[in-house]
């Protein structure tokens, strides 16, 4: 066999190496960034979640309501890390800002600017149209109106309107993102979620607050009723009524007001009764006319001012010295009984509807309270005017008949004697047993009318009131008598004068008679001649000719008017008495002693 060539074996190829691709072109780096990326998203949401349950929890971590509304201005700062922020309060009516709640601006600054915001600019953007608002730049924004003086500089804007049962309470300002950016659309999510736990917490607040009003009103009506109905005097309720009401209004002053006219009558006036708080001493007794609000409180309406500094209508003298006002009707039976009226100062919060209802719920248990007790006292009253008419019926139908029968007795006696001195006794007891039944029908009178304002005001009372108050400078009360039907013959214009000469004539007994007793006689049944004295001269024997008059005379037991002594008083009185085509002059005393003074005039 031919050799054969030994096979060479076939070279067996080394295999290609497997190439592994390197990690960058995989794009690992770029999701491990987005991976961490996202986990420092979620950190910074479940962060920004916890601050913004931290802050739910803080707004509503008490029940004050102004605490409250910084609170909520406070975390809402600390949320969406800004520079300043505050809460605006919209006034009612949507007229503007009620209150404004700031804060990252110190006091001092706020000081130096002034006036809070009213609401104007990119602040009555919101308040027209309350939606999240976001600007970078807020002085460039056509609505801004620009900073006062001294205010610090904001550029970057953030606002959410708060709503509490779907009505916007009020907005949050929020301004100067610190680090320099502007404001996300995340921020303003955070905030609006802020604000609707705002809300909430501001219902609550409001609640609490409402709550606690009620209760001081509801204590401040007690606490008049219990004065009303324990007090001896209506007017000291009253008074305490005017106190309870400017405290419970957060006002500066407080009136009871009265109507003018007679009981259950109305003549559209009204005067201001009982007053507490600033000027009270000088709107006592003030009057309101019929064009002032006093007709309308009469007809049973509340009325309210915003600002009574602006009002036309304000009639009242220190009444625009004042701002928000409010009177409201004190009701009981129908019947108007008075009104509550408070002012508070210029710039201070208008009253609201809430408020309004609470006075007037403190009004009609006020006026029920003083229905109770004038019921009371007019019970009190008549037990003691059927006391008084008891009195008088036995004064009358026992001591003057015995009085009278006495005197008959002793003039019968008198007839009969024979000594000229017992005849002449007989006859001056029986002028003082005259005397003394005229001083009982005067006492019997008095009894029978109240002299304190229930009766009218007829001539009789008020002599009798002028003999009381002489009392103190005379040390005794003066005897008082009148002869015929005086009130019904002396007119007003004659009887203000015969006062004056009354208390001219009692004056000059007190000051130079020192009588140990004075007697006052009002005669209507006298006659006077030309000269104004009685006809006949002696008042004790008088004929019928000549015109009607009156006579005043007035006698003491005192030293008598000195010769050459000084006449001035007498003058006055002669110069009165003329006026009137009467007269007056003196006489000596009864007995030589004393004086009596004669004042007449013509009817």
Not at 272 to 285: D, I, Q, T
Not at 400 to 406: C, E, M, N
Request: hydrophobic share 40%; charged share 25%.
């Amino acid at each position: 066999m031919p050799d054969v060539p030994e096979a060479t074996p076939e070279a067996t190829p080394e295999p290609t190496p497997h190439r592994v691709p390197e990690i960058a072109s995989l794009g690992l780096d770029t999701l491990v960034t987005e991976v961490a990326e996202r986990l420092q998203s979620a950190a910074a949401v479940t962060d920004r979640m916890q601050r913004l349950l931290e802050a739910v929890v803080a707004i509503g971590a008490g029940l004050d309501l102004h605490a409250t509304l910084h609170r909520i201005a406070t975390g809402a700062a600390e949320l969406v890390d800004a520079r300043y922020a505050a809460l605006g309060v919209i006034a009612p009516g949507g007229t503007g800002l009620a209150d404004f709640i700031h804060v990252g601006v110190a006091d001092e600054t706020a000081a130096e600017i002034g006036d809070l915001p009213a609401g104007r600019g990119v602040l009555g953007a919101l308040i027209d149209r309350p939606e999240p608002l976001r600007l970078a730049d807020l002085g460039a924004d056509p609505r801004s109106s620009g900073f006062p003086p001294q205010h610090p500089r904001m550029q970057t804007f953030l606002g959410v309107p708060i709503r509490v049962r779907e009505e916007v309470f009020g907005n949050l300002y929020l301004t100067e993102k610190k680090g320099g950016g502007a404001f996300t659309p995340e921020d303003e999510q955070v905030v609006h979620a802020l604000a609707a736990a705002a809300g909430v917490a501001i219902e609550n607040s409001r609640l609490y607050e409402e709550g606690r009003r009620r209760e001081r009103w509801i204590a401040g009506a007690a606490a008049v009723t219990t004065a009303l109905l324990s007090a001896e005097q209506a007017e000291t309720a009253l008074t305490v009524a005017a106190e309870q009401v400017r405290e419970l209004a957060d006002a500066a002053l407080g009136m009871i007001l009265l109507p003018t006219g007679p009981e259950g009558e109305e003549d559209g006036q009204m005067r201001v009764a009982h007053a507490s708080g600033e000027v009270a001493e000088f709107v006592r007794g003030e009057l309101l006319p019929k064009e002032s609000f006093a007709a309308r409180l009469l007809e049973g309406e509340s009325v309210r001012l915003d600002d009574m500094s602006s009002d036309p209508t304000v009639v009242m003298r220190l009444a625009r010295r004042f701002g928000p006002s409010m009177a409201v009707p004190m009701i009981a039976a129908g019947r108007v009984l008075g009104g509550l009226c408070v002012w508070r100062p210029c710039g201070a919060r208008p009253f609201t509807d809430g408020e309004k209802q609470l006075a007037e719920t403190f009004a009609s248990q006020a006026a029920l309270a003083l229905r109770l007790a004038e019921g009371q006292r007019d019970q009190q009253r008549l037990a003691v005017f059927q006391d008084r008419d008891r009195i008088a019926r036995d004064l009358h139908d026992l001591v003057i008949q015995r009085l009278f029968a006495t005197g008959m007795m002793l003039e019968s006696a008198a007839r009969r004697a024979i000594v000229p001195e017992v005849r002449t006794g007989i006859g001056k007891a029986v002028d003082e047993l005259d005397a003394t039944i005229q001083e009982v029908r005067t006492t019997i009178y008095a009894l029978q009318h109240d002299n304190h304002g229930d009766a009218p005001d007829t001539l009789r009372t008020r002599v009798l009131r002028e003999a009381s108050q002489a009392a103190a400078a005379l040390g005794f009360k003066p005897a008082v008598s009148f002869v015929g039907p005086v009130e019904s013959l002396v007119g007003e214009k004659t009887g203000r004068q015969l006062l004056a000469a009354l208390r001219e004539m009692l004056s000059n007994t007190a000051r130079h008679a020192r009588a140990s007793r004075v007697g006052v006689e009002i005669d209507a049944t006298v006659h006077l001649g030309d000269d104004g004295r009685p006809v006949g001269g002696d008042p004790e024997s008088l004929d019928r000719s000549g015109r009607p008059g009156v006579l005043l005379s007035v006698t003491d037991d005192g030293v008598g008017i000195p010769e050459g002594g000084r006449r001035s008083g007498l003058l006055n009185l002669t110069r009165r008495a003329e006026a009137l085509g009467g007269d007056a002059w003196h006489e000596g005393g009864p007995y030589r002693k004393g004086t009596v003074v004669r004042w007449t005039s013509r009817l």
